[in-house]
C-alpha cells in the first residue's frame, strides 16, 4: 500500500497562526504535522508516500530530508496550489498505481485511526467519526446500509447515519480508473475551486465504498487558529495518553532518499 499527501494548499484561513507556513509544516507539541504522518506510515509498513506540494515547496522538501523516513518520498507539484485541491488530486492521480490511502495533510490524529482504515476489511473505504452531527462547515459522510452514498457539506435526505468525515480514503488498484474518471468530471467542468471531495459522488455511486467508525478517537482537521488551540490543548494531549509512537530521529547528512526527479505537470487544461 502506498500513501498520497496532499500538501499543496496555502491555508490563509488560520492567518497568523501558520507563521507563513504550509499547513502540514505547523508544529503541535514540538513537531510537524508531516512528521507525524511519516511516523504512522512508519509503524504501518507504508514505505511509498507521494506529496503534492505548490506553497512553500521547497520548506517540505527540506523537512523531508531531515527525516530518517525508512522509505521512498516522491514530491508532485501543483502549479494550481492557490486553487481547490481537486487540481492536487489531478496531479497526483498516476501515483494511484497500488492500493493507497489518500490524505489531506492538515489533520492531527491518534495512530490508531489511520491503523483503521489501512486494516480495513473493505477494499475502498472511509473513515467516520459517528459521535459528531454536523453544526457548521462539518464535511459529512452519509451512510446507507453498508456503504458510503455521499461526502457532503450537504446531507441526502435519505440516509442511515452520518458522522464527520477526516479526509482519508483508501482506494484499491482496481478501482483507480473508477475515481479517476468521477474526478476528471468535476475538471472537465470546470469546478477547479473545489475540493476533491467533491468529485466523489459518481465513485460513491458505482463502487461499494465501506466505511470504518472512529468515534472516541481523537483528531482534529487544522483550519482555524482556533483548531491549532485545540490540538495542542485537548487533542495531541488525548493522544498521548492513549498510546504514541518512537519519533523518527533526524537523519544523518547522506544522500536523500527521496526521489531526485519531480513530477511537473503543467496546469490543467480542461478539453
Not at 523516513?69 to 485541491?85: I, L
Not at 475551486?193 to 458505482?206: M, P, T, V
Request: hydrophobic share 40%.
Amino acid at each position: 500500500m502506498k500513501a498520497i499527501i496532499l500538501a499543496a494548499g496555502v491555508g490563509k484561513r488560520l492567518g497568523a497562526a501558520a507563521d507563513g507556513l504550509p499547513k502540514c509544516l505547523i508544529h503541535i507539541g514540538g513537531k510537524s504535522l508531516l512528521a507525524r504522518h511519516l511516523e504512522n506510515f512508519t509503524s504501518l509498513g507504508i514505505r511509498q508516500v507521494t506529496i503534492v506540494v505548490g506553497y512553500e515547496q521547497e520548506t517540505i522538501r527540506q523537512t523531508v530530508d531531515a527525516l530518517d523516513f525508512p522509505g521512498t518520498v516522491h514530491f508532485v507539484v501543483n502549479p494550481q496550489y492557490t486553487r481547490g485541491s481537486i487540481t492536487s488530486f489531478w496531479e497526483a492521480r498516476h501515483a494511484i498505481d497500488d492500493d493507497v490511502v489518500i490524505m489531506d495533510a492538515d489533520v492531527l490524529y491518534h495512530p490508531a485511526i489511520l491503523r483503521r482504515l489501512v486494516e480495513s476489511s473493505y477494499p475502498n473505504a472511509l473513515l467516520v467519526d459517528e459521535t459528531v452531527t454536523q453544526e457548521t462547515e462539518e464535511c459529512m459522510v452519509a451512510i446507507q446500509g453498508n456503504r458510503v452514498i455521499k461526502l457532503s457539506k450537504q446531507l441526502p435526505p435519505a440516509y442511515d447515519f452520518a458522522g464527520e468525515g477526516v479526509g482519508f480514503l483508501k482506494v484499491s488498484k482496481s478501482c483507480k480508473d473508477t475515481l479517476v474518471g468521477s474526478i476528471h468530471r468535476s475538471i472537465l467542468a470546470e469546478r477547479l475551486d473545489s475540493e476533491y471531495e467533491d468529485g466523489l459522488q459518481d465513485f460513491f455511486n458505482n463502487v461499494q465504498v465501506g466505511f470504518e467508525r472512529i468515534g472516541g478517537l481523537p483528531w482534529v482537521e487544522i483550519d482555524f487558529p482556533a483548531d491549532v488551540q485545540r490540538a495542542e490543548q485537548e487533542v495531541l494531549p488525548e493522544i498521548l495518553g492513549v498510546g504514541s509512537i518512537p519519533a523518527l530521529q533526524p537523519k544523518s547528512k547522506s544522500k536523500s532518499k527521496n526521489d531526485e526527479q519531480d513530477s511537473v505537470e503543467q496546469p490543467i487544461e480542461v478539453s
